[in-house]
């Protein structure tokens, strides 16, 4: 069976325009012409352009469509394979909101009365966290997934947070050094010690409105517990470091401090995947490793042995990190491959 190229936009919801396009670039081109010229379109040509309309949907370029259909192991098999399993979370997303909506159905049924605020507070939350977590990282969310203990905790210490600003206390005090370090306590806490959750979270959390007006982190709760964990990780330095070292530090430290979660979690990305210290992957994210390290310590070999003594004396200056035990040995042998003297 051919079709005339008017009957192919027709059945596809695509533009006669489109598929001239298509033609134009080698994307998809008709098998065959009429005697006049006229492109007809073949079933190989359908296939082809499923395999394109598939991957336009997973975000692709055209010039990068044209580069894998090029593979000599893309398949239409593969594709659909993508889009099964495309469907298949938005399936599990779906069935996430029929759960929120069977509760709120027992509310009613019991009657009770429910906010109807925070329902739909709930109902763009779910959407809000849908752009960063997949369906298996969201029910290990305890926030997210209706955890009533945490998120009370949560709350209350948002409130405290909250009262310290407001009375003008200074980041550097004992009491917002210690609530910085509950804070990411809890953190580390409820992303299960993963750097990859814990840098989404953040994300997310600077960039959705609707979710600080939701848990009140807003960004003056989240610049004052930033410094003041600046300020709890700066006086246990002092311990260990000279003064001019607690100087540069300081004056360094929150320059690119934001690069590091998402390089931790890239580190434990590459041990999860099997990666060999050494491998050239690894030695990038060494190379990242180093240059970051100079925020705190400079260039002196003395300083960062200092640093690491502070380290091995001080296990709260690991809190925050998401460091595990687990990870210390690879990122040690990583530096070690890229640099003996690290």
């Known amino acids: 069976m051919l079709l005339k190229i008017g009957e192919l936009a027709k059945r596809s919801g695509l533009t006669v325009r489109t ?13 065959a012409r009429t005697g006049a010229g006229y492109r007809l379109y073949q079933r190989a040509d359908i296939a082809r352009l499923h ?40 399936l599990a997303q779906a069935a996430l909101l029929r759960q929120q909506l069977l509760r709120l159905r027992q509310q009613l049924d019991a009657g009770e009365e429910p906010d109807l605020a925070g329902w739909l507070t709930t109902l763009e939350l779910m959407t809000m966290y849908d752009k960063y977590f997949s369906k298996d990282e969201l029910a290990n969310l305890p926030f997210f997934a209706g ?10 210490l948002v409130a405290r947070a909250k009262a310290l600003i407001a009375a003008g206390t ?39 409105p609707g979710l600080q007006a939701l848990n009140g982190i807003d960004a003056a709760v989240m610049a004052f517990v930033g410094e003041a964990f600046v300020q709890a990780r700066l006086a246990l330095f ?52 180093l240059d970051l390290s100079r925020d705190l310590g400079g260039d002196d070999p003395a300083t960062h ?4 003594l502070a380290y091995e004396k001080e296990p709260e200056l690991m809190v925050g990190t998401w460091i595990t035990d687990a990870m210390k040995p690879y990122i040690g042998a990583a530096l070690a491959a890229l640099d003996p003297g690290a």
């Open 51 to 90: 395999q394109v309309q598939a991957l336009r949907r997973f975000g692709m370029s055209l010039a990068d469509i044209g580069t894998f259909l090029a593979r000599p192991d893309a398949s239409l098999a593969t594709v659909v394979e993508q889009q099964v399993a495309v469907l298949d979370k938005q």
């Open 305 to 308: 042995a200092r640093i690491r």
């Open 238 to 289: 002092r311990k260990h470091l000279l003064p001019a070292e607690i100087d540069h530090m300081e004056a360094n430290c929150r320059t690119r401090a934001q690069q590091w979660p998402p390089l931790i979690a890239a580190m434990r990305q590459a041990q999860d995947a099997g990666l060999a210290p050494g491998d050239p992957a690894v030695a990038k994210l060494a190379l990242q490793w």
């Open 170 to 208: 200074a980041p550097a005090s004992a009491q917002a050094k210690a609530l910085a370090i509950e804070w990411m306590t809890m953190l580390e806490r409820d992303t299960g010690g993963h750097a990859g959750l814990a840098d989404r979270v953040n994300t997310m959390q600077v960039r959705e």
């Open 19 to 31: 598929l001239h396009h298509y033609d134009d670039i080698g994307l998809v081109s008709p098998s």
């Open 147 to 156: 955890d009533r203990k945490r998120i009370a905790e949560w709350d209350a």
